[in-house]
């Protein structure tokens, strides 16, 4: 047996007066996923706020298929689907109190959408006509994020730059598990521990980074042991059970405003959908796994729960769709009219002020748009 | 712009280096928001002391020594500014600052495109760049045209003392991200100097002209930025043993650019000689080169020429006097202006 293969044998003689930082145990993760509904503890949770996790899970479930719809009838470029991660969706909007800040990533429109955007604002960068289509201190909401994890250390610098103004406002920054392997995600939970900033990392593990599985992805017992080695706790949870979700992440949430710096935040869930409408998930998963999965459903789990403790029935149900179907029809009919543009509005937010080179490259496109004007006005 | 703190009129002897760092400190005491960032800013006070008594001053909190880590540096100096803060990044070599490229293109220079206006990023980089202190690998790049190639950016690079602390000033009370690019081997030229003067601070994107031509005959602009400035004020200096008569163009500022400056002193003399240390192919004369020509070619008397850095990767530094732009190289060039007409009518002198 060599050293390495001895636990605890291997030990690095340390420097006089050496002490680990902390103790690694209640930093660490536990082994499975936690589950609260359809455990004893869930009679603890209040049924207000389970009312409103449902009538969220099931608005965000129709939105989703909406917005899917959309794409193929050419009104949205593309959309990311999260059906299937609902829960972490709906948890990660509702969790945060007014004065807080979500970083969303480009799946995460249903997020932003149950923080109070409005779904067509949310869906812009998806439609095209811009970048992104509120302004993120309205809901503070940050722009939907296409790179993959450089959200986060944006996350923790406001957390930070909050935390030097005496304000006690917290962060979630949101991230798939594809994104934990680029350098962003190690950057930004190494300044957020170090700094002990008040921000909070939610990574919905959906499976797959577009094709690649998890097991490719990292070698890591569970992308939550990553917090240990950044000094912050790693917290595993059940992606589907949208009780266990917004627990965790409501008690990250309070550590954080408390002073307790930031926390990581693994949920397992999975991407029912393909990556996007441009993705064939045939390729690299077979239908059996998702149809595991479509068993575990976030809206049958959290049903379920509530008819036990009768705080649903089927006009509950009911209620909850209608308004999921007001949402879809008020969305389909608002994305179905076309987007009014004003090219000119290309220069107008690069700079404070226009260069000189743009000043002379916007006379040259005013110049375009007012011939293309006078052809068209000639053929009428 | 406020002015800086205390009476300080009189013009005393001053470094880069020191006008730098006093610039920061102004900054700092008229505006609480601006925050100073970066690897070893803090204690050490920078590796070029720039920031040397900063966090004394100010307290940590608002000179940080971070982790080392670029991206994240700058990635959590965007999140600060959105909560209003006036974030100055220090990158400790040009080199270094290359794992900020993603936040930088993705993020610090779109952010305000992106949000229609909503979030602009009053963030400014300084970056020390360029050689000639014997640097190793990796600390003596000239990496502006990477900046430049990039919308939203200012990119500002100054020559002098006053302009040091001038367009330091300016770069932080810009709403906009500012890539300050400072000379490393100009920090420690000397220039009599005053920090209580407020008509020092240049507004970003105005060059000047920083030796004006006479009028002699044989005249040609030297174009240049940066460490190069003064390499083109001695061979302009130089070349008036030639017969040539030099105006020297200090652009100040790459992004955006003084077309009118430029052009105008280009009418004047005829010729134009672009010089920096960066490489040649694909580098910032091309562009000026090139606009120059666009403007001015009724006014040319010879093609606008480049004296450039060799294609190369920076070279280790006991080669570096090789490649760098020297006199020598800036007058061959100017030589070579004596286009056609003024070989065959042997008109030199």
């Given at each position: 047996?060599?050293?390495?293969?001895?636990?605890?044998?291997?030990?690095?003689?340390?420097?006089?007066?050496?002490?680990?930082?902390?103790?690694?145990?209640?930093?660490?993760?536990?082994a499975?996923?936690?589950?609260?509904?359809?455990?004893?503890?869930?009679?603890?949770?209040s049924?207000?706020l389970?009312?409103?996790?449902?009538?969220?899970?099931?608005?965000?479930?129709?939105?989703?298929?909406?917005?899917?719809?959309?794409?193929?009838q050419?009104?949205?470029?593309?959309?990311p689907s999260?059906?299937?991660?609902e829960?972490?969706?709906?948890?990660?909007?509702?969790?945060?109190e007014?004065?807080?800040?979500?970083?969303?990533?480009?799946?995460?429109?249903?997020?932003?959408?149950v923080?109070?955007?409005d779904?067509?604002?949310?869906?812009t960068?998806?439609?095209?006509?811009?970048?992104?289509?509120?302004?993120?201190?309205?809901?503070?909401?940050?722009?939907l994020?296409?790179?993959?994890?450089?959200?986060?250390?944006?996350?923790?610098?406001?957390?930070?730059?909050a935390?030097l103004?005496?304000?006690?406002?917290?962060?979630?920054a949101?991230?798939?598990?594809g994104?934990?392997?680029?350098g962003?995600?190690?950057?930004?939970l190494?300044?957020?521990?170090?700094?002990?900033?008040?921000?909070v990392?939610?990574?919905?593990?959906n499976?797959?980074a577009?094709?690649?599985p998890?097991?490719?992805?990292?070698?890591?017992?569970?992308?939550?042991?990553?917090?240990?080695?950044?000094?912050?706790?790693?917290?595993?949870?059940?992606?589907?059970?949208?009780?266990?979700?917004?627990?965790?992440?409501?008690?990250?949430?309070?550590?954080?405003?408390g002073?307790?710096?930031?926390?990581?935040?693994?949920?397992?869930?999975?991407?029912?959908d393909a990556?996007?409408n441009?993705?064939d998930?045939t390729?690299?998963?077979?239908d059996?796994?998702?149809?595991?999965?479509?068993?575990?459903?976030?809206i049958?789990?959290?049903e379920?729960?509530?008819?036990?403790?009768?705080?649903l029935?089927?006009?509950?149900?009911?209620?909850?769709?209608?308004?999921?179907?007001?949402?879809?029809?008020?969305l389909?009919?608002?994305?179905?009219q076309?987007?009014v543009l004003?090219?000119?509005?290309?220069?107008?937010h690069?700079?404070?002020?226009?260069?000189?080179q743009?000043?002379?490259?916007?006379?040259?496109?005013r110049?375009?748009?007012?011939?293309?004007?006078?052809?068209?006005?000639?053929g009428? | 712009?406020?002015?800086?703190?205390?009476?300080?009129t009189?013009?005393?002897p001053?470094?880069?280096?020191q006008?730098?760092?006093?610039?920061?400190?102004?900054?700092?005491?008229?505006?609480?928001?601006?925050?100073?960032l970066?690897?070893?800013?803090?204690?050490?006070?920078?590796?070029f002391?720039?920031?040397?008594?900063?966090?004394?001053?100010f307290?940590?909190?608002?000179?940080?020594?971070t982790?080392?880590?670029?991206?994240?540096?700058?990635?959590?100096?965007?999140?600060?500014?959105?909560?209003?803060?006036?974030?100055v990044?220090?990158?400790?070599?040009?080199?270094?600052?290359y794992p900020?490229?993603?936040?930088?293109?993705?993020?610090?220079?779109?952010?305000?495109?992106r949000?229609r206006?909503?979030?602009?990023?009053?963030?400014t980089?300084r970056?020390?760049?360029g050689?000639?202190?014997?640097?190793v690998e990796?600390?003596?790049?000239?990496?502006e045209?990477?900046?430049?190639?990039?919308?939203?950016?200012?990119?500002v690079?100054p020559?002098?003392?006053?302009?040091?602390?001038?367009?330091?000033?300016?770069?932080?009370a810009?709403?906009?991200?500012?890539?300050?690019l400072?000379?490393?081997?100009?920090?420690?030229?000397?220039a009599?100097?005053?920090?209580d003067?407020?008509?020092?601070?240049?507004?970003?994107g105005?060059?000047?002209?920083?030796?004006?031509?006479t009028?002699?005959?044989?005249?040609?602009?030297?174009i240049?930025?940066?460490?190069?400035?003064?390499?083109c004020?001695?061979?302009a200096?130089?070349?008036?043993?030639?017969?040539?008569?030099?105006?020297?163009?200090d652009?100040?500022?790459l992004?955006?650019?003084?077309?009118?400056?430029?052009?105008?002193?280009?009418?004047?003399?005829?010729?134009?000689?672009?010089?920096?240390?960066?490489?040649?192919?694909?580098?910032?004369?091309?562009?000026?080169?090139?606009?120059?020509t666009?403007r001015?070619?009724?006014?040319?008397e010879?093609?606008v020429?480049?004296?450039a850095?060799?294609?190369?990767?920076?070279?280790?530094?006991?080669?570096e006097?090789?490649?760098?732009p020297?006199?020598?190289r800036?007058?061959d060039?100017?030589?070579r202006?004596?286009?056609?007409s003024?070989w065959?009518?042997?008109?030199?002198?």
């Amino acid at each position: 047996m060599t050293v390495l293969e001895q636990p605890g044998a291997y030990r690095p003689t340390p420097p006089p007066g050496w002490q680990p930082r902390v103790e690694a145990a209640p930093l660490l993760p536990d082994a499975e996923p936690y589950r609260l509904l359809g455990t004893a503890a869930a009679a603890d949770i209040s049924p207000d706020l389970l009312t409103r996790l449902h009538r969220e899970l099931v608005r965000g479930r129709r939105y989703n298929t909406q917005a899917t719809a959309l794409t193929r009838q050419g009104r949205l470029a593309v959309y990311p689907s999260s059906t299937g991660q609902e829960a972490c969706q709906v948890a990660a909007g509702l969790v945060l109190e007014d004065r807080d800040w979500l970083f969303p990533s480009y799946r995460d429109t249903l997020a932003a959408v149950v923080r109070g955007l409005d779904p067509v604002d949310a869906l812009t960068l998806l439609r095209g006509d811009w970048h992104s289509g509120y302004d993120p201190h309205e809901h503070r909401v940050a722009p939907l994020c296409t790179p993959l994890a450089t959200q986060l250390p944006h996350a923790v610098g406001l957390a930070h730059a909050a935390r030097l103004k005496g304000d006690d406002v917290v962060a979630l920054a949101l991230v798939g598990d594809g994104g934990t392997s680029e350098g962003d995600f190690h950057e930004a939970l190494n300044f957020a521990a170090v700094w002990h900033a008040p921000v909070v990392f939610l990574v919905q593990n959906n499976g797959f980074a577009i094709s690649v599985p998890l097991a490719k992805q990292t070698a890591a017992p569970s992308l939550a042991h990553k917090a240990v080695g950044y000094g912050m706790p790693g917290r595993l949870v059940d992606g589907n059970d949208v009780a266990a979700v917004h627990q965790v992440l409501a008690e990250a949430v309070r550590r954080a405003r408390g002073g307790g710096g930031p926390t990581l935040v693994e949920a397992v869930t999975y991407r029912i959908d393909a990556h996007t409408n441009a993705d064939d998930a045939t390729r690299y998963r077979p239908d059996s796994e998702v149809e595991a999965w479509q068993a575990h459903d976030p809206i049958a789990l959290l049903e379920d729960a509530m008819r036990d403790r009768r705080l649903l029935d089927d006009e509950g149900v009911r209620a909850a769709r209608e308004s999921a179907e007001r949402l879809a029809a008020d969305l389909r009919t608002r994305m179905h009219q076309d987007a009014v543009l004003d090219p000119m509005e290309l220069f107008e937010h690069v700079y404070a002020d226009r260069t000189g080179q743009l000043r002379e490259q916007a006379a040259q496109l005013r110049a375009e748009l007012d011939a293309e004007a006078g052809d068209s006005g000639k053929g009428e | 712009m406020t002015t800086a703190i205390g009476a300080d009129t009189a013009r005393k002897p001053a470094t880069m280096a020191q006008a730098l760092g006093r610039a920061l400190r102004d900054a700092m005491a008229a505006d609480p928001s601006v925050h100073v960032l970066g690897e070893d800013v803090g204690t050490l006070g920078g590796v070029f002391r720039i920031t040397d008594g900063l966090a004394k001053e100010f307290g940590e909190d608002r000179c940080t020594d971070t982790p080392l880590a670029e991206a994240g540096i700058l990635g959590t100096a965007v999140g600060m500014a959105m909560y209003g803060l006036r974030p100055v990044v220090e990158m400790q070599f040009d080199a270094f600052a290359y794992p900020s490229f993603e936040q930088l293109i993705s993020h610090v220079s779109r952010m305000r495109n992106r949000t229609r206006g909503a979030m602009p990023m009053p963030i400014t980089v300084r970056v020390p760049y360029g050689g000639g202190i014997g640097g190793v690998e990796h600390h003596s790049d000239s990496s502006e045209i990477y900046y430049m190639a990039t919308p939203g950016l200012h990119v500002v690079a100054p020559a002098t003392v006053a302009d040091a602390y001038g367009l330091l000033r300016a770069a932080i009370a810009s709403d906009d991200p500012v890539i300050f690019l400072e000379p490393k081997r100009l920090y420690w030229s000397k220039a009599d100097w005053s920090a209580d003067a407020p008509e020092q601070v240049p507004p970003i994107g105005r060059a000047v002209v920083r030796r004006p031509a006479t009028g002699g005959r044989q005249s040609a602009t030297l174009i240049s930025y940066g460490p190069s400035v003064p390499v083109c004020l001695e061979a302009a200096e130089a070349a008036r043993a030639e017969g040539w008569d030099l105006e020297v163009v200090d652009l100040r500022s790459l992004v955006p650019f003084d077309d009118d400056t430029v052009c105008a002193s280009v009418r004047r003399t005829g010729r134009a000689v672009v010089v920096h240390e960066a490489t040649g192919f694909g580098g910032p004369g091309g562009e000026i080169a090139a606009r120059v020509t666009e403007r001015c070619f009724h006014h040319l008397e010879a093609p606008v020429l480049r004296v450039a850095g060799f294609d190369i990767p920076y070279p280790p530094p006991m080669l570096e006097r090789h490649h760098l732009p020297g006199v020598d190289r800036v007058l061959d060039a100017v030589a070579r202006l004596q286009w056609e007409s003024e070989w065959t009518e042997g008109s030199a002198v």
